[in-house]
């Protein structure tokens, strides 16, 4: 692709995908952690605060890992995909398809990558559904004839209300399915660029592996030994 191609292609900032209820849940978390295990460090015995240090070191990382690390980064040359225990990096020309079925996935020649950022609702989407099926069947708050009446003004109410300008039709895709279909769109825009060439890179989040390892065998030996 030319440069004059490239520069008429739209531009998009980059964008970070992450999951708040994830985030939420991770802080929530540490923080009880690090009351409980505060406590036990402070007014435990001898083998308490080694079962609590152990319990510490092990539990924090792994928490760490599975909600506040993961997150999706779209840029203009390539998809980064940081899951608990690693972090993908796939240029978009190296991306076939991107699809949500029972969990977010980016799909390569060679492998298929979940995206832990991004989580599947089901339930989320099937309720979406129902509520596509009643509009479709002119029923609901979003169906025809329910937007025709509110913007009929014979049919406003004596205080004023009612009637007026019909809304907007509200979007009820789920946001992962939303996140989804924006990650579709940047790859068909960003395939052909120069700089969305190479291989898919995977590196291991040994920062994280490492202590919660190290953690995990303190605390089988803080255990065994009482």
Do not use: H
């Amino acid at each position: 692709m030319s440069k004059d191609s490239q520069a008429a292609q739209p531009k998009y900032a980059d964008r970070a995908y992450r999951s708040v209820a994830g985030i939420a849940a991770g802080v929530l978390l540490l923080a009880l952690g690090g009351w409980l295990g505060g406590d036990a460090l402070v007014r435990g015995s001898g083998q308490a605060r080694a079962v609590a240090l152990a319990a510490l070191v092990a539990g924090v990382p792994l928490v760490v890992a599975l909600t506040l690390r993961p997150v999706v980064y779209a840029g203009q040359e390539r998809l980064k995909v940081r899951n608990p225990f690693r972090t993908i990096v796939v240029p978009w020309a190296r991306v076939e398809e991107i699809r949500a079925r029972y969990s977010s996935e980016v799909v390569t020649a060679d492998a298929t990558y979940q995206m832990w950022a991004i989580p599947v609702s089901l339930r989320a989407r099937k309720k979406a559904n129902r509520r596509r099926d009643r509009a479709a069947a002119g029923g609901g708050l979003f169906s025809p004839s329910s937007r025709t009446a509110l913007s009929d003004p014979a049919l406003r109410r004596p205080d004023g209300t009612g009637g007026g300008a019909p809304d907007a039709p509200v979007d009820v895709t789920p946001s992962g399915d939303k996140s989804i279909r924006e990650l579709r769109e940047l790859a068909g825009v960003y395939a052909d660029r120069e700089g969305a060439q190479g291989p898919v890179a995977v590196r291991w989040a040994y920062e994280i592996l490492a202590p919660a390892i190290a953690g995990g065998v303190a605390l089988i030996v803080a255990i065994a030994a009482g």
